[in-house]
Nanobody, 122 residues
Framework: VQLQASGGGTVQAGGSLRLSCASSRRTFSRYTVGWFRQAPGKGREFVTAISWSDGNINYADSVKGRFTLSRVSAENTVYLQMNDLKPEDTAVYYC????????????????WGQGTLVTVSS
């Protein structure tokens, strides 16, 4: 599965960005798909993911209420709407996919997209 991430950029605190993760594979809907991020000098951390089996969406506590993940099966794409961005959201965001039902650890990710940089200025 090839994942193509896009949508990063620079925004001021309180602003919004939308990230996209697209796949050309028609069976994309059978993967749990989501996002991780890695800030400078830190490890890769879970942000959000949507399960392929029941559509359940998990969010990291740090982004709950601000980030919204959605999936458009017809487009083989997931979108991450990020609102009320904070400087601590600055990181490289990675799209990820797995055959597992849930995805909250980087260790179970089967496929990674290229990163897209999100910079939030104060």
């Amino acid at each position: 599965v090839q994942l193509q991430a896009s949508g990063g950029g620079t925004v001021q605190a309180g602003g919004s960005l939308r990230l996209s993760c697209a796949s050309s594979r028609r069976t994309f809907s059978r993967y749990t798909v989501g996002w991780f991020r890695q800030a400078p000098g830190k490890g890769r951390e879970f942000v959000t993911a949507i399960s392929w089996s029941d559509g359940n969406i998990n969010y990291a506590d740090s982004v709950k209420g601000r980030f919204t993940l959605s999936r458009v099966s017809a487009e083989n794409t997931v979108y991450l709407q990020m609102n009320d961005l904070k400087p601590e959201d600055t990181a490289v965001y990675y799209c990820a996919a797995t055959n597992q039902l849930r995805m909250v650890r980087a260790s179970i990710v089967d496929y990674w997209g290229q990163g897209t940089l999100v910079t939030v200025s104060s």
